[in-house]
């Protein structure tokens, strides 16, 4: 499975981004699809995940601002970020596992710089 991130940019803070990330494969509905993020002197964190029966979990921090969905026709999932914030500002990954817990074992996109001038 290849994944491919785009989406990214600079944005002023409360604005909005949506994160689109395209995968290889005939298999991408099976996976759970998630979003991390890295920024600068700070561990990867889980951002948003989705399995393959649709359901969500989210960190903390985005809950009521990031919605995660999946569009399994076009092999596609998404990151809709909306009242953003400065801290928000990493290096926002794609990644594809067979379950929650491995993940992080699975698949990963380069990578989107998302950056949100205050």
């Known amino acids: 499975v290849q994944l491919v991130e785009s989406g990214g940019g600079l944005v002023q803070a409360g604005g909005s981004l949506r994160l689109a990330c395209a995968a290889s494969g005939r298999t991408f509905g099976v996976y759970v699809m998630g979003w991390f993020r890295q920024a600068p002197g700070k561990q990867r964190e889980l951002v948003a995940v989705?399995?393959?029966?649709?359901?969500?979990n989210y960190a903390d921090s985005v809950k009521g601002r990031f919605t995660i969905s999946r569009d399994n026709a076009k092999n596609t999932v998404y990151l809709q970020m909306n009242s953003l914030k400065p801290e928000d500002t990493a290096v926002y990954y794609c990644a594809a596992g067979a379950g929650l817990a491995t993940i992080e074992s699975g698949y990963w996109g380069q990578g989107t710089q998302v950056t949100v001038s205050s």
């Open positions: 989705i399995d393959s029966g649709g359901n969500l």
